[in-house]
């Protein structure tokens, strides 16, 4: 490689280094409640959600009951509510920048196993000088992409934690 191909790459990597996000995937077994808080830096930014009830923990029940889950703001105030649900997916705009509480509670006498995701999509808006104006919508095509990358990959998630689900037998 020549110099200026080392360039070029160095300069593509540090435009890609802002893109990195935020994203949490877990998959727990829950007792009762169990919350989860999640840093969201920037106003405006999408939040990303979905969860999947796969099983219970014991072989002989299946339940189609399901979880509840209530997300909150920083000021606790309520943006989502789902009631006795086995999977939800959903997105919201983030009205106020801080942490949000992420809150299951099982009212089954059964431990359930659920998975669970949240990513943060932003976008950056760079401001360049007048002679950078050509990476502008570079930048902004490459942001585009890769939300819609990533979309695809939390349907995928998605889906594999439905197809979890599905692939245990009613008792």
């Known amino acids: 490689m020549d110099g200026r191909s080392l360039r070029l790459i160095y300069f593509l990597v540090l435009c890609l280094m802002p893109l990195l996000r935020h994203a949490v995937a877990i998959r727990f077994v829950m007792d009762r409640e169990e919350c989860f808080s999640h840093n969201v830096d920037y106003e405006g930014d999408t939040v990303h959600v979905s969860f999947v009830v796969i099983k219970a923990e014991t072989p002989w029940h299946y339940s189609e009951d399901g979880v509840d889950l209530v997300v909150k703001d920083p000021n606790g105030n309520q943006i989502h509510d789902s009631r006795a649900k086995t999977s939800d997916k959903f ?81």
């Open 91 to 171: 997105e919201f705009v983030v009205q106020k920048r801080g942490v949000h509480r992420f809150c299951f509670t099982n009212k089954s006498p059964y431990h359930e196993t659920v998975d669970f995701d949240v990513h943060v999509g932003h976008f950056s808006y760079f401001d360049q000088h007048a002679k950078d104006e050509h990476f502008s919508p570079l930048f902004a095509q490459i942001l585009k992409l890769d939300e819609a990358l990533y979309s695809i990959q939390f349907e995928q998630h998605w889906l594999e934690a439905q197809t979890d689900r599905q692939a245990i037998p009613p008792s």
